[in-house]
């Protein structure tokens, strides 16, 4: 994270989800705030650019489109070098599989993540833990917004995966693993040395503390969940406690700061959080994707050609990229694309009727990589918020500072502290 600011409030594959602006209680496209996260960089005017340094830099939807769906990228970044480091008797985690095998695991995992599914194996585990959290908040009188979003993100996302045999003190385990400042680990530096040893000693205490009780649980009897069907594909208990961090980072991290994100909005906009109180669930859901089209938590993919790719150019034109080349493609700039997503591309409209396009734009990427969570992280905010805002006497007492994780053009919303009035939340 590359430091923090004081932001001030503005003013008043199957599983895949679809359509937040055309369900019914969507609304009318009415026109509400703008956009608070802004992540730098000024947009430029053709959608595909070549850095300096011979990154490509993408900024068109349909551009960016092209390379995520593309067979002649693969995944970049996210520490892909290292992995690809390892023995090659170690299965990748799915984040950096690419190909026929990628394809095939998205295909038998596709089912933990319908929305028939998460409507009937998650919803209740998100009522609960929230009501618990918004209870708690009411007692105590005080609350900050990042523990409650985290809190209700690891119980849900350990349902999906099966961490549910947990030894106490895993929200612990994982804040350590996922510290808000990162080192770079080496061998050459008293500082690399260090994240060497912090990191492999994050490793060994998820895996002693979370994976491996909950393997062993499942080796003696099979569960419907994630961690049951990585067994029962062979693999180890290394290569699982490496997809259960995957889908730790993919699950939590990212929608604890949504939630904490999608809050700040309604908290800071009356018409808004009006809206959002007075709408259906399918209404609230189409406030919350277009939030997370404007707010999108990871704001850079990566992906490197393995072949010559075309790119529309914007203009008629078109764009040849070598294989071998790097693409970043910047979230934050291809969701307020004017090409595709109208006038205002800024500004919150639910409901918002986009070209070929859909909420949350590409939020949560496209293609062979998209994430599978988006029907997850958008019923457990909105099961959260619903209820944060039906507390009578809740407020927020600081607004958000906003820090970044460069690597990955991410934000973390931290301060944002909620209270109940005294006398107004019995």
């Known amino acids: 994270m590359s430091g923090e600011r004081e932001v001030p409030l503005m003013g008043g594959e199957s599983g895949e989800f679809h359509g937040f602006g055309e369900v019914a209680g ?25 850095g300096d340094d011979g990154v490509w830099e993408v900024r068109g939807y349909d551009e960016a489109r092209t390379v995520l769906r593309s067979t002649s990228t693969v995944q970049a970044g996210l520490g892909v070098e290292r992995v690809e480091k390892l023995p090659k008797r170690i299965r990748r985690p799915v984040l950096y599989r690419d190909g026929a095998e990628h394809r095939e695991h998205r295909r038998q995992t596709a089912r933990f993540f319908t929305p028939r599914r998460v409507d009937e194996h998650y ?43 947990s030894r106490p003190g895993i929200k612990k385990r994982l804040e350590r693993f996922f510290p808000e400042r990162f080192g770079m680990p080496g061998l050459t530096s008293p500082s690399g040395i260090y994240w060497a040893l912090r990191q492999n000693g994050n490793w060994l205490r998820v895996y002693l503390g979370d994976v491996r009780p909950a393997v062993r649980a499942r080796r003696r009897g099979r569960r419907d969940d994630l961690i049951s069907h990585l067994i029962d594909d062979g693999c180890s208990d290394t290569e699982i406690l490496g997809e259960c961090l995957t889908f730790a980072a993919a699950g939590m991290v990212t929608t604890r700061e949504f939630i904490s994100a999608a809050a700040w909005h ?62 970043d493609i910047l979230v934050d700039h291809v969701n307020i694309d004017e090409r595709t997503v109208g006038a205002g591309p800024k500004c919150l409209r639910p409901g918002r009727v986009m070209k070929n396009a859909g ?36 407020r927020m007492a600081n607004p958000p500072t906003i820090g970044y994780i460069e690597g990955i053009g991410s934000y973390e919303l931290r301060n944002c502290v909620l209270e109940v009035t005294a006398g107004e939340g019995g």
């Open 359 to 394: 909420a949350p734009g590409l939020a949560f990427g496209d293609g062979p990589h998209k994430c599978p969570g988006l029907p997850i992280a958008l019923l457990e905010t909105d099961v959260f918020l619903s209820r944060l805002f039906a507390l009578p006497g809740v």
């Open 266 to 327: 309604l908290f800071s906009d009356a018409d808004l959080l009006a809206h959002y109180r007075a709408a259906d669930e399918p209404g609230r859901l189409a406030v919350l994707g277009e939030i997370l089209r404007l707010e999108p938590v990871v704001g850079r993919l990566s992906r490197r050609t393995t072949e010559p790719l075309d790119l529309p150019g914007g203009d008629g034109g078109q764009v040849t990229v070598p294989a071998g080349d790097r693409i």
């Open 123 to 165: 919803r209740e585990v998100m009522i609960r833990v929230a009501e618990d959290r918004i209870d708690r908040l009411r007692t105590d009188g005080r609350a900050r917004l990042s523990d409650l979003s985290f809190d209700l993100a690891i119980e849900v996302a350990c349902a999906v995966i099966g961490l549910t045999d």
């Open 26 to 50: 969507a609304g009318s496209e009415r026109e509400f705030g703008l956009r608070r996260i802004e992540r730098g960089g000024p947009p430029a005017e053709c959608p595909v650019t070549r």
